[in-house]
């Protein structure tokens, strides 16, 4: 038994994460161009059972999205307006006492069709004032180059990442952003999960179906992947070169997976999801596709083309940091019946130890730190939580939100947290998801609802915008102030 009382490291960065695409609305405005995001709909009418796969997109949706006619029914255009209220924003953070926050940044308001001539100077100019503003608060920026907000020009084009040329637009874009921001933004992340080109191909690389050669669909999928991993090797080299001191990270949805019973076909199934899981973050950060991994798409028949020089680069430029989403677990099983509940854009099998969200999210704190000591343990790197959260409908009464669930969710994950560097993680920081309500990555619901700051807008975008603190929010201000000793 260890005599030493748990504590978080003094220099521990506790903070916040939002993405462009679900905070910023101003989605056409100052030369910005239509990214992937904006042309997703809200669907009301959706059963929580089938959100996990209703992400795909046709020509005839987009070609809907790009005439411009119904601005209401695109949820993520109008975001909580984070373009022109930023400041307001930032002072509560600070308020807060957030010491880092996750943004991302539109490559479309950059290059608003990915090939452009020149950055638009609008765009560059909005993001170097927001972090000259974090800085007067002292809020290290960690930033997010793709973020499901990819160029819509490109999506249609090139049918996204399945193209080599998308491979230099976005090195290109990385690069402005390194030399624009040298001085303001040390962390950076690439691809926000990466993994999730698998479970939604169009928001996270712009890939249509219809535009796929027959049959050819899933290829093009780990073609696109591929590409991604080129590019991110590229631009950690990039930002290693341009910003010296720099830090660069993976970002993996973490869906760890436990075997549903102890019968060895549901240990071997659940051992092969989670070797699936780990193959984007082995990529990497150790620098080549695990053999398993190859053999498998092999046997699948998958085919990817590679230039001479994608291995040697992979290999050489490899992250500084792992950093992933946490939100929920789930288990595997061979049973085709099996009892079946949504997670982070998949459907899991259910747990029956555990509880779950109103969207069927299993709520497994000690699946938080299950995967810290995995984490930890394959890579030896440090690990960074830049995702973690539980989306939930508040009631606003006099003015005030009392969120216990959501203290008790970080709560019990906090301890969990603790535990893991306690017995020797190496964490460099937290960035609790949403942190103020923003529209929904899947369901494109405001009423799905993350942050210790209320917004007051509606799913139809009805609502003054009005900011108020939740309960929550001066919880998680203790939290920060006592460097997570007082979790009361
Ligand atoms: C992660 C995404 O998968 O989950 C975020 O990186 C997203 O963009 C978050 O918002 C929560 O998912 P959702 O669908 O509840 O917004």
Redesign the pocket.
């Known amino acids: 038994m260890s005599t030493h009382n748990p504590v978080f490291p003094d220099n521990f960065l506790w903070g916040a994460a939002i993405?462009a695409n679900?905070s910023e609305g101003a989605w056409n405005v100052d030369g910005k161009g239509p990214s992937v995001a904006d042309a997703v709909q809200a669907k009301p009418k959706l059963s929580v059972k089938d959100?996990a796969g209703h992400m795909a997109i046709s020509d005839e949706n987009v070609a809907d999205a790009l005439n411009g006619l119904k601005d209401l029914e695109y949820p993520k255009r109008r975001g909580i307006d984070f373009y022109h209220r930023y400041k307001g924003d930032l002072a509560l953070f600070a308020e807060m006492g957030i010491k880092v926050l996750r943004v991302s940044i539109a490559w479309t308001r950059i290059f608003p069709t990915g090939e452009d001539k020149s950055p638009n100077e609008a765009g560059l100019k909005f993001y170097e004032d927001l972090f000259i503003e974090m800085r007067r608060y002292n809020i290290e920026p960690l930033v997010t180059l793709s973020?499901?907000e990819m160029p819509l020009v490109l999506s249609e084009k090139y049918n996204g990442w399945v193209h080599r040329n998308v491979v230099d637009a976005f090195v290109r874009f990385s690069n402005v952003c390194f030399e624009r921001y040298k001085d303001l933004v040390l962390y950076w992340l690439t691809f926000?999960?990466i993994d999730?080109i698998i479970r939604h191909p169009f928001t996270t690389a712009g890939i249509r179906e219809e535009k796929s050669t027959e049959g050819k669909s899933e290829e093009d999928i780990y073609q696109a992947l591929h590409h991604q991993f080129v590019a991110s090797a590229m631009v950690t080299r990039d930002c290693h070169k341009v910003i010296p001191g720099s830090k660069v990270g993976c970002m993996l949805?973490k869906l760890t997976t436990y075997p549903r019973t102890c019968h060895p076909d549901d240990v071997e199934a659940t051992l092969k999801k989670n070797l699936e899981n780990y193959f984007y973050s082995d990529v990497q950060v150790k620098g080549y596709y695990p053999p398993l991994i190859k053999r498998e798409l092999e046997l699948r028949g998958i085919n990817i083309e590679m230039q001479h020089i994608d291995l040697d680069i992979i290999r050489q430029h490899t992250v500084d940091f792992v950093s992933f989403?946490y939100?929920m677990s789930m288990t595997e099983s061979v049973q085709p019946d099996a009892e079946r509940t949504p997670g982070?854009?998949v459907l899991g099998v259910k747990n029956p130890y555990l509880p779950a969200s109103e969207?069927g999210w299993q709520v497994d704190p000690v699946g938080l730190k299950i995967s810290l000591l995995e984490l930890y343990d394959r890579y030896q790197k440090p690990l960074f939580i830049v995702?973690n959260?539980m989306?939930a409908k508040d009631v606003v009464v006099d003015g005030k939100i009392h969120d216990e669930y959501r203290i008790e969710y970080f709560r019990s994950h906090f301890e969990q947290m603790l535990a893991a560097v306690h017995e020797g993680v190496d964490l460099l920081g937290y960035t609790s998801?949403?942190t103020i309500d923003?529209?929904?990555?899947?369901?494109s619901q405001m009423s799905?609802r993350?942050g210790f700051i209320y917004v007051d807008q509606d799913d139809e975008g009805n609502g003054t915008l009005e900011r108020l603190r939740k309960d929550s929010f001066y919880w998680y201000k203790k939290v920060i102030a006592t460097n997570g000793a007082d979790l009361s």
Request: no cysteine.
């Open positions: 993405a679900q959100y973020h499901y926000n999960e999730s949805t989403s939100y982070n854009t969207w995702e959260g989306g998801w949403g923003i529209i929904s990555a899947g369901t799905k993350y």
